[in-house]
């Protein structure tokens, strides 16, 4: 059982990354799956999730109208659209699944490893 965030990788600020994030072992739609970013010298916050009925919830308010969650059932993976990408954006994403946004807020039931986004001027 676990959950696979990818998808990071470096681009120039303006560009878009598409984050994934894969469940195996568990079927991922009947969790909510929340979207979590730490730069670097900053605690984790929470970006954006999207419940077991698909309704997303924004929890960084500077991605609102630029990052979009998104879920393919049949592959059992989330995604994390992101345009007009900026170097604040810069972090290390991870995913996390539970049943609940609330509780992947709280502590998260399961957790990708975290994939890296790079923003450059």
């Known amino acids: 059982v676990q959950l696979q965030a990818s998808g990071g990788g470096s681009v120039q600020a303006g560009g878009s990354l598409r984050l994934s994030c894969a469940a195996s072992?568990?079927?991922?739609?009947?969790?909510?799956v929340g979207w979590f970013r730490q730069a670097p010298g900053k605690e984790r916050e929470g970006v954006l999730c999207?419940?077991?009925?698909?309704?997303?919830?924004y929890y960084a308010g500077s991605v609102k109208g630029r990052f979009t969650i998104s879920r393919d059932s049949a592959k059992n993976t989330v995604y994390l659209q992101m345009n007009s990408l900026k170097p604040e954006d810069t972090a290390v994403y991870y995913c996390?699944?539970?049943?609940?946004?609330?509780?992947?807020?709280?502590?998260?039931?399961?957790w990708g490893q975290g994939t890296l986004v790079t923003v450059s001027s």
């Open positions: 999207i419940t077991s009925t698909d309704n997303s919830i």
């Open positions: 996390a699944a539970d049943s609940s946004c609330l509780e992947t807020l709280r502590s998260g039931r399961y």
């Open positions: 072992g568990f079927t991922l739609h009947y969790y909510a």
